[in-house]
């Protein structure tokens, strides 16, 4: 295969594929560490669809430019976004968990490389792919309701990776866990040193490359069946309802201009006040 590459949008997603089928899709804010906002949205949608289209795809390697793999949402455009009518929320809260169920359902491999922090949404792209490497200094929260928001759109897939009984630990708590944590509990299949985060991907890309594609494709839709892992219509739409009226709340406001004030949020009170 012919190597191709190219940008979406405005660059907030890069993508390439080698000659191999192995195609790269890079997450491209890194001042704002990866924080997803609308325009990484669409363009993850974008490279989706563009790579459904490319002949021979073998396997997908998410990852992030920077220091950071993904920060969750930037809470400045879902500041922004809460102020707007029922109508957009509802449209944003599709695109988002449309981008989690889409990765999950490809029919092909996806490994994820994990470096610094990733937080929020970043949990729910990590339980959608197939296999997760992260360095060993990488550090991971399910952080939404830090910021009176919920994550709805993530929570099915972040269950059938670390299961009910973390996800009701982290995802009330929103404690950070390092990479040793996040592999014990499910989130993280492989922990390496950063300067070896490259090369343990590829050794799991090759052995990937190097099964029967048809036979890998129908391993991984036929276990998903198996698991009940498909979300139907109607289940994604409620929960994309769920997500779309707290980002409305006036806890969800209060929550995201708290983390842009720099301040606590009004309902914490320190022990001792």
């Given at each position: 295969?012919?190597?191709k590459?190219g940008?979406?949008?405005n660059?907030?997603?890069l993508?390439?594929v080698?000659?191999?089928?192995?195609?790269?899709?890079?997450?491209n804010?890194?001042?704002?560490?990866?924080a997803?906002?609308?325009?990484?949205l669409?363009?993850?949608h974008?490279a989706?669809?563009?790579?459904?289209?490319q002949?021979?795809?073998?396997?997908?390697?998410l990852?992030g430019?920077?220091?950071?793999?993904?920060a969750?949402?930037?809470?400045?455009?879902?500041?922004?976004?809460?102020?707007?009518?029922?109508?957009?929320?509802?449209?944003?809260?599709?695109v988002?968990?449309?981008?989690v169920?889409?990765?999950n359902?490809?029919?092909?491999?996806?490994v994820?490389?994990?470096?610094?922090?990733?937080?929020?949404?970043?949990?729910?792209?990590?339980?959608?792919?197939?296999?997760?490497?992260?360095?060993?200094?990488?550090?991971f929260?399910?952080?939404?309701?830090?910021?009176?928001?919920?994550?709805?759109?993530?929570?099915?897939h972040l269950?059938?990776?670390?299961?009910?009984?973390?996800?009701?630990?982290?995802?009330?708590?929103?404690?950070?866990?390092?990479?040793?944590?996040?592999?014990?509990?499910?989130?993280?299949?492989?922990?390496?040193?950063?300067?070896?985060?490259?090369?343990?991907?590829?050794?799991?890309?090759?052995?990937?490359?190097?099964?029967?594609?048809?036979?890998?494709?129908?391993t991984?839709?036929?276990?998903?069946?198996?698991?009940?892992?498909y979300?139907?219509?109607?289940?994604f739409?409620?929960?994309?309802r769920?997500?779309?009226?707290?980002r409305?709340?006036e806890?969800?406001?209060?929550?995201?201009?708290?983390?842009l004030?720099?301040?606590?949020?009004?309902w914490?009170?320190?022990?001792?006040?």
């Amino acid at each position: 295969m012919e190597k191709k590459s190219g940008s979406t949008g405005n660059g907030t997603v890069l993508w390439e594929v080698d000659h191999r089928g192995v195609a790269t899709v890079t997450l491209n804010r890194p001042d704002v560490n990866n924080a997803y906002n609308g325009d990484m949205l669409y363009g993850l949608h974008e490279a989706m669809d563009l790579l459904g289209a490319q002949q021979g795809l073998r396997v997908v390697v998410l990852r992030g430019n920077g220091k950071h793999f993904q920060a969750g949402a930037d809470l400045s455009w879902i500041n922004a976004q809460g102020k707007l009518g029922p109508d957009a929320n509802l449209e944003a809260s599709r695109v988002t968990g449309g981008v989690v169920k889409r990765l999950n359902e490809l029919p092909i491999p996806t490994v994820a490389m994990v470096q610094g922090g990733c937080f929020g949404g970043g949990t729910g792209v990590l339980a959608a792919c197939d296999i997760v490497v992260a360095a060993d200094s990488a550090f991971f929260a399910i952080t939404e309701a830090r910021w009176g928001l919920m994550a709805s759109v993530i929570f099915p897939h972040l269950v059938q990776a670390i299961g009910v009984r973390n996800v009701r630990r982290y995802a009330l708590t929103c404690e950070r866990m390092d990479a040793a944590t996040a592999q014990r509990i499910g989130l993280v299949h492989e922990v390496c040193p950063l300067d070896k985060l490259a090369e343990v991907t590829e050794k799991i890309v090759d052995t990937l490359i190097m099964n029967g594609p048809n036979a890998v494709s129908t391993t991984k839709q036929l276990t998903m069946k198996v698991a009940e892992s498909y979300l139907d219509d109607e289940e994604f739409m409620f929960l994309v309802r769920k997500h779309a009226q707290t980002r409305q709340s006036e806890e969800a406001a209060e929550g995201t201009r708290s983390f842009l004030e720099k301040r606590h949020p009004s309902w914490y009170v320190p022990k001792g006040e």
